[in-house]
T-cell receptor
Framework: GIQVEQSPPDLILQEGANSTLRCNFSDSVNNLQWFHQNPWGQLINLFYIPSGTKQNGRLSATTVATERYSLLYISSSQTTDSGVYFCAVDPSRDDKIIFGKGTRLHILP | DTEVTQTPKHLVMGMTNKKSLKCEQHMGHRAMYWYKQKAKKPPELMFVYSYEKLSINESVPSRFSPECPNSSLLNLHLHALQPEDSALYLC????????????FGPGTRLTVT
């Protein structure tokens, strides 16, 4: 089946820093989503981005489907950005999405 | 409105109890999902309902029994669980299937004693 790899697995940054999270996938996909899971467990939708570039405030994402990767950029980090960031893809073989293992981000005040 | 609600938020149950988790969405979505998430792991798919019919069961033990009474509601009935079933249970919905954006509820944190 499709492999979804996220890097780095863990990231510790000072407040105000910028970061880039990466998601590689091993096969073509119908869609790709980025989620932020906060410390209370809620999965928050960040981007639905099967291809192209999107921006939402301090966050932006780019998916290059032909090269099978997506990047999530976080600028001017805040402590509320802490949590786990997951990418999830739909490999279009059956009706389910496949999650990567996540990047655990900790922003220090 | 992109809200999926789940009740209860927390549940503690003994191994002989029967309990149910509830999930509701009013976005008109026709696909609904149950996931199980253990600490420091990604969500793991359990069941998919498409147009109120069970379309995917990821070989989940029969002590977990899903039910979709109508297009807005999804239940997960629990019976004779084991301590290793303690986890965060997440419900999600999407417009028609996996190629559409999925929206997650806040989860039910289940502890089996």
């Amino acid at each position: 089946g499709i492999q979804v790899e996220q890097s780095p697995p863990d990231l510790i940054l000072q407040e105000g820093a910028n970061s880039t999270l990466r998601c590689n996938f091993s096969d073509s996909v119908n869609n790709l989503q980025w989620f932020h899971q906060n410390p209370w467990g809620q999965l928050i939708n960040l981007f639905y981005i099967p291809s192209g570039t999107k921006q939402n405030g301090r966050l932006s994402a780019t998916t290059v489907a032909t090269e099978r990767y997506s990047l999530l950029y976080i600028s001017s980090s805040q402590t509320t950005d802490s949590g786990v960031y997951f990418c999830a893809v739909d490999p279009s073989r059956d009706d389910k999405i496949i999650f990567g293992k996540g990047t655990r981000l900790h922003i220090l005040p | 409105d992109t809200e999926v609600t789940q009740t209860p938020k927390h549940l503690v149950m003994g191994m002989t109890n029967k309990k149910s988790l509830k999930c509701e969405q009013h976005m008109g979505h026709r696909a609904m999902y149950w996931y199980k998430q253990k600490a420091k792991k990604p969500p793991e798919l359990m069941f998919v309902y498409s147009y109120e019919k069970l379309s995917i069961n990821e070989s989940v033990p029969s002590r977990f029994s899903p039910e979709c009474p109508n297009s807005s509601l999804l239940n997960l009935h629990l019976h004779a669980l084991q301590p290793e079933d303690s986890a965060l249970y997440l419900c999600a919905s999407s417009r028609q299937g996996a190629k559409y954006e999925q929206y997650f509820g806040p989860g039910t944190r289940l502890t089996v004693t």
